[in-house]
């Protein structure tokens, strides 16, 4: 998108409010360092700032103080980089306290979930926040169709904008002449795995009873635990690496026999889209999931299940009959969906937004 338009990123604090952990200090301490640095180049005609936030947003006064400090801030940061009506997109709610407020030309809302179902965030004021940013945008990009619906409700110009998938670099899975990542060759198979977040979104008694039903299975959850769902490492036949590099997950992936998306069912997964969905299926691995809407239309390439049982069942099937042609087949699902494409889509539509004038 950076060679049709010269771009801002800014980057903003979590929806939730900090606990008192030290990974969330830390995250703390590094985000108001980065309050005051100027916009940093990551690419042509790309920069980066951190925008200011009083994380404490439900005190009286701190929000408007949010405001103030972080549309000073953006300012200054496009008069020094020379941008004059800028084309504004937010992916955040909490961020939409900038609308209308930067001379842009276009204000533009990609909204990737059901920002108030997340874990521990303020759902009445992350809501409220997320109603408003959807009613006063420009242009509403979403995700899945759930969140179509629920966006066409409160604004019209709404398009659905499906996450891509790096084709090119997950495929990589699936070349079996490369060794997995050295740190979990000694692991035994099967390999049943998932890659990130591994936090209040997944279905923790579903994950603790799977891996206590089949002890002689390997369960490798790769990315960062969060407290609560700590439990796991206390189950011999559980792997919790962390998280690793981006370019390497490849390696980890190559080494799962079947893929994971146990999600905890109600209003988060109805409007999720997860990327790994894709991701998992350009690696060619079977895939059990929870059903979602978004799951719909590879409904062919996955395997559905709620309870532990028809987990099991479902992955037990799974690596039964899993073959060289179904892997190929679920590669070729999402071959078509780079982010090339969903990025030249996108950028098609705002093109045509701004010239059909709908400006503020």
Not at 279 to 304: D, N, Q, T
Request: hydrophobic letters at 45%.
């Amino acid at each position: 998108m950076a060679e049709r338009f010269p771009l801002l990123y800014v980057a903003s604090p979590g929806l939730r409010a900090p606990r008192a952990t030290a990974r969330d200090a830390q995250k703390l301490f590094r985000t108001i360092a980065k309050v005051f640095e100027p916009p940093v180049p990551v690419g042509p005609r790309l920069w980066r700032m951190t925008l200011p936030q009083v994380p404490l947003r439900g005190l009286p006064g701190v929000g408007a103080m949010n405001a103030r400090f972080g549309v000073a801030r953006v300012r200054a940061a496009m008069r020094a980089l020379g941008f004059e009506r800028p084309l504004v997109w937010f992916t955040v709610p909490h961020a939409g306290v900038l609308a209308g407020r930067l001379g842009e030309r276009l204000t533009v809302y990609y909204c990737i979930d059901d920002y108030s179902a997340l874990p521990d965030v303020d759902r009445a004021r992350v809501g409220r926040l997320d109603a408003d940013l959807s009613r006063r945008a420009d242009l509403v990009f979403v995700s899945s169709p759930v969140l179509f619906e629920a966006k066409r409700a409160l604004n019209r110009r709404v398009a659905l904008s499906a996450h891509g998938v790096d084709v090119e670099l997950f495929n990589q899975a699936h070349d079996r002449s490369v060794p997995v990542a050295e740190a979990i060759r000694h692991l035994r198979h099967p390999v049943i795995g998932m890659f990130g977040l591994i936090d209040g979104r997944l279905d923790l008694a579903l994950l603790m009873e799977l891996a206590r039903s089949r002890p002689s299975w390997s369960f490798l959850f790769i990315g960062h635990v969060d407290d609560r769902m700590r439990p796991l490492a206390e189950l011999p036949n559980v792997v919790l690496p962390g998280p690793v590099p981006y370019q390497a997950l490849p390696d980890w992936a190559r080494a799962f026999d079947v893929c994971l998306l146990p999600y905890r069912a109600g209003r988060f997964a109805e409007g999720a889209n997860p990327l790994k969905m894709r991701e998992y299926l350009a690696c060619g691995k079977p895939v059990v999931s929870i059903p979602m809407p978004s799951a719909e239309p590879f409904r062919e390439h996955l395997a559905f299940a709620r309870t532990p049982e028809e987990f099991v069942a479902c992955i037990e099937q799974e690596l039964a009959g899993d073959s060289d042609a179904k892997r190929r087949q679920r590669m070729a699902a999402v071959a078509g969906m780079s982010w090339e494409s969903r990025v030249a889509e996108a950028v098609e539509t705002v093109e045509r937004h701004l010239a059909g004038g709908a400006t503020r």
